[in-house]
T-cell receptor, first 114, second 116 residues
Framework: DAKTTQPPSMDCAEGRAANLPCNHS???????VYWYRQIHSQGPQYIIH???NNETNEMASLIITEDRKSSTLILPHATLRDTAVYYC???????????????FGGGTRLMVKP | ETGVTQSPTHLIKTRGQQVTLRCSSQ?????VSWYQQALGQGPQFIFQ???????GRGNFPPRFSGLQFPNYSSELNVNALELDDSALYLC???????????????FGQGTRLTVV
């Protein structure tokens, strides 16, 4: 799976949008971009994933550049509870039981401040 | 709540001992994977079980072993514990569907193992 690069930390004001960047310049055609977050002392939580189109769900939006070499996770109205480590993961698409082998990097520690 | 439960939540063991950690996957999920997360680092993939067979392994020595049962629950066993085995051990489950290229993994809250 391709390697990802994320800034180690970011701050965001409560109520503002948090934009978390991720570089994955070696991504290949069948690799998806996944985002997970980990709130202190809890297990990672799935947020969103995408292949090449922008995606939105109730938690966040994922913007993937046209060349797919980078992406941005957007939390539209950050709250204090969004303070967490956010992991961008590139994972190959495989059929059937290829499952859960996720390669976590260091992630971005997002601090949402009042 | 993800429906993935792990036990125990905390554990203290002595170097050289053996430990068994347990995971109940979300209902119907037939794939379980285990991760080790040292303090301040991201989780590292240990191995994965699908239908009671190991079908993927990370860079961990053979003293890390596992089992998956017919009800899809799983165990992680670590023999000859070392101080560096102190970490949060996470279990994740998913239900890969034929024809679907990707599914998300649901993680439990983890077991905090301390080796002294």
């Amino acid at each position: 799976d391709a390697k990802t690069t994320q800034p180690p930390s970011m701050d965001c004001a409560e109520g503002r949008a948090a934009n978390l960047p991720c570089n994955h310049s070696t991504i290949s055609g069948n690799e998806y971009v996944y985002w997970y977050r980990q709130i202190h002392s809890q297990g990672p939580q799935y947020i969103i994933h995408g292949l090449k189109n922008n995606e939105t769900n109730e938690m966040a939006s994922l913007i993937i550049t046209e060349d797919r070499k980078s992406s941005t996770l957007i939390l539209p109205h950050a709250t204090l509870r969004d303070t967490a480590v956010y992991y961008c993961i590139v994972r190959s698409g495989r059929r059937g039981n290829a499952g859960n082998m996720l390669t976590f990097g260091g992630g971005t520690r997002l601090m949402v401040k009042p | 709540e993800t429906g993935v439960t792990q036990s125990p939540t905390h554990l203290i063991k002595t170097r050289g001992q053996q430990v068994t950690l347990r995971c109940s996957s979300q209902s119907g999920h037939n794939t379980v994977s285990w991760y080790q997360q040292a303090l301040g680092q991201g989780p590292q993939f240990i191995f994965q079980y699908y239908r009671e067979e190991e079908n993927g392994r990370g860079n961990f020595p053979p003293r890390f072993s596992g089992l998956q049962f017919p009800n899809y629950s799983s165990e992680l066993n670590v023999n000859a514990l070392e101080l560096d085995d102190s970490a949060l051990y996470l279990c994740a489950s998913s239900l890969p569907l034929l024809g679907q290229l990707n599914t998300e993994a649901f993680f439990g809250q983890g077991t905090r193992l301390t080796v002294v």
